[in-house]
Nanobody, 114 residues
Framework: VQLQASGGGLVQAGGSLRLSCAAS????????MGWYRQAPGKQRESVAS???????NYADSVKGRFTISRDNEKNTVYLQMNSLKPEDTAVYYC?????????WGQGTQVTVSS
C-alpha cells in the first residue's frame, strides 16, 4: 500500500489549508485513516483520525478548527484545516491501517506565518 499526501504549503495565521492523502495498491477493505504531525524538535503527535465506521477523533489542540473526512471509493482521507495558528506549523503525515498493518505517507509541510 502506498500513500501520497498533498496540499501543504505556506499560509498566514487565520488561513485555511486542505490536505489530501490517497492510498493505492493492495487495498481490499476499508480501514482507519488519519493524520499525525511533527514540529521541529517535538515528538510526532496524532492530529485526527477516522475509523472504518466513520467515527472521528481529534487532538484537543485542533478541535473545532480541523475536520477529517474520507472518500472510501477513492481511498482518500482529507484534513480541512481552518483558523490555522503558527503552532500548527509541522510536517503532516497521513496513515492508513492499524498496528502492524499501518502504512504511512511521505509527509507534507504546513507552515503558518504570524
Amino acid at each position: 500500500v502506498q500513500l501520497q499526501a498533498s496540499g501543504g504549503g505556506l499560509v498566514q495565521a487565520g488561513g485555511s489549508l486542505r490536505l489530501s492523502c490517497a492510498a493505492s495498491g493492495r487495498i481490499f477493505s476499508i480501514s482507519a485513516m488519519g493524520w499525525y504531525r511533527q514540529a521541529p524538535g517535538k515528538q510526532r503527535e496524532s492530529v485526527a483520525s477516522i475509523a472504518s465506521n466513520g467515527f472521528r477523533n481529534y487532538a484537543d489542540s485542533v478541535k473545532g478548527r480541523f475536520t477529517i473526512s474520507r472518500d472510501n471509493e477513492k481511498n482518500t482521507v482529507y484534513l480541512q484545516m481552518n483558523s490555522l495558528k503558527p503552532e500548527d506549523t509541522a510536517v503532516y503525515y497521513c496513515y492508513r491501517g492499524l498496528g502492524p498493518d499501518r502504512y504511512w505517507g511521505q509527509g507534507t509541510q504546513v507552515t503558518v506565518s504570524s
